[in-house]
């Protein structure tokens, strides 16, 4: 029997190794991040679809967390476009399903570190759509591996939604930079907008 140790390495080791199989050769992809609690007729989800579904018909791949809500749409959106890959990449939890029934390429991972990192790291920018902890977790990650460098040259990071993310956004200016917590470039990493033809047009000029 192998030790509890062990196990858990083989499974870090399988989430690293089975999402670089899944996603090293596929190009042009952009993450969608968003909330699982979303229901399909709510604005955002719809503002998710249809982003997902232009960009898909430009032969860019789509990749989120493959749960419900902001992420179903956004792999319905690829998925009814049928022009590139609706990926999904979700986690093991006690609570819900894991998986939506729009992706044509999927993993399921156990760990959220592992998961996390597998979201973005072939990505070329990331769209954020209102969410909870999870969307907050990943934004803040994404956001620290830009900030680092650790990111890819270039790497966008938008937010959908201003209505929604304006306090956070007070938050980062009027506290992190009022305190020298970040700097003024670090604040322009991220782009708040509700235009989602903005988002796709720089989205297509990005990744040309």
């Not at 956004?74 to 729009?102: R, T």
Request: charged share 25%; proline share 2%; hydrophobic share 35%.
């Amino acid at each position: 029997m192998l030790s509890p140790d062990t196990v858990y390495k083989k499974k870090i080791n399988d989430d690293f190794t089975n999402g670089k199989e899944l996603l090293k050769d596929l190009k042009n992809n952009v993450t969608i991040f968003g909330s699982a609690r979303t229901n399909e007729d709510d604005k955002y989800a719809k503002l998710a679809y249809d982003l997902a579904f232009n960009l898909s018909k430009n032969r860019i791949n789509i990749i989120t967390g493959g749960g419900d809500g902001i992420m179903q749409a956004a792999n319905k959106g690829a998925y009814d476009a049928n022009c590139a890959q609706s990926i999904g990449l979700s986690i093991y939890l006690p609570f819900e399903k894991s998986l939506n029934k729009y992706t044509n390429k999927n993993l399921t991972f156990n760990y959220f570190f592992s998961r996390k990192y597998m979201l973005v790291k072939y990505s070329k920018a990331c769209v954020v759509f209102p969410g909870g902890f999870g969307t907050l977790d990943e934004m803040f990650e994404v956001l620290t591996l830009t900030q680092t460098g650790k990111m890819p040259k270039g790497f966008k990071i938008y937010l959908v939604g201003y209505d929604y993310w304006e306090y956070l956004l007070k938050f980062i200016e009027k506290s992190l930079y009022a305190n020298n917590m970040i700097s003024k470039e670090d604040i322009h990493i991220i782009k708040a907008t509700d235009d989602i033809k903005l988002i796709e047009e720089e989205i297509k000029t990005l990744l040309k």
